[in-house]
């Protein structure tokens, strides 16, 4: 025999009254409220448009859509994407240019360096011994 204690869903048989209980309990799972009519999409209508559709085209998992509205999506979609890619090749660009202007800024200081050392040359012989 199983022990059964309040709230005991361990078993091995859970019966349609603890099910119950619980599901009263939780707040899920409930029967209760039923889904408006505004809330359902008509048989014919749209799925992204919520409108009844003029020139059908159904999936192969059964949703029906409007032509016109996939194409027009389709459409949206193309103009944002191509306006992405314009933003990311400019910052493409922009982040080459500041890498070419470190590169030359670098050579620039080794430049620099450089003439500073060899501008340092002594003009007059160094007495090594003194008198």
């Known amino acids: 025999m199983t022990r059964h204690a309040r709230n005991c869903t361990a078993g091995a048989v859970y019966t ?8 009263q309990a939780s707040g899920y799972g409930t029967n209760t ?5 505004d809330s ?8 992204l448009t919520l409108q009844p559709c003029r020139n059908p085209v159904i999936t192969k998992d059964g949703y029906l859509f409007d032509k016109e509205a996939i194409l027009e999506y389709i459409c949206t979609k193309k103009l944002d994407y191509a306006t992405k890619m314009k933003e990311y090749e400019k910052q493409i660009s922009k982040e080459k240019n500041e ?9 620039r200081s080794k430049l620099q360096n450089f003439l500073k050392t060899e501008k340092n040359i ?10």
Request: some cysteine.
């Open 16 to 23: 349609y009254h603890e099910k119950k209980k619980d599901a």
């Open 33 to 37: 409220q039923r889904i408006g009519k």
């Open 40 to 47: 359902v999409k008509d048989f014919d209508c749209c799925s």
């Open 99 to 107: 890498l070419s202007e470190l590169a030359e800024a670098e050579k």
């Open 122 to 131: 002594v003009s007059s012989p160094v007495k090594a011994f003194k008198p």
